[in-house]
């Protein structure tokens, strides 16, 4: 794969590839509204099921459904694995 240029040199946002950091976005008003993004992906791991995952939200600089109520996170989940 081919990653576009560097749009932002600064390691502060959630659009600089440089800084691979988790950004999440609350307004205290309604915590279940929060919006996150963990650029490109979740994993480490180039060959990783998750290394990619977040790769086209990051590229359009938006953000995913990030909402902090157990209630809610249950309604997004896409898979759930028991210790």
Same mark, same amino acid.
């Given at each position: 794969? $081919?990653?576009? /240029?560097?749009?932002? $040199? #600064? #390691? *502060? =946002? $959630? @659009?600089?590839?440089?800084?691979? *950091?988790?950004?999440?976005? &609350?307004? @205290? &008003?309604? !915590?279940?509204?929060?919006? *996150?993004? +963990?650029? $490109?992906?979740?994993?480490?791991?180039?060959? /990783?099921?998750?290394?990619?995952?977040?790769?086209? +939200?990051?590229?359009? /600089? #938006? +953000?995913?459904?990030?909402?902090?109520?157990?209630?809610? &996170? !249950?309604?997004? !989940? =896409?898979?759930?694995?028991? +210790?």
């Amino acid at each position: 794969m $081919i990653y576009p /240029g560097l749009k932002c $040199i #600064e #390691e *502060a =946002t $959630i @659009l600089s590839q440089r800084a691979q *950091a988790y950004a999440q976005y &609350v307004l @205290l &008003v309604n !915590e279940d509204d929060a919006m *996150a993004l +963990l650029p $490109i992906g979740q994993s480490e791991h180039p060959g /990783g099921l998750y290394h990619l995952s977040g790769y086209d +939200l990051w590229r359009r /600089g #938006e +953000l995913r459904p990030a909402p902090l109520s157990r209630e809610k &996170v !249950e309604k997004i !989940e =896409t898979s759930l694995k028991s +210790l």
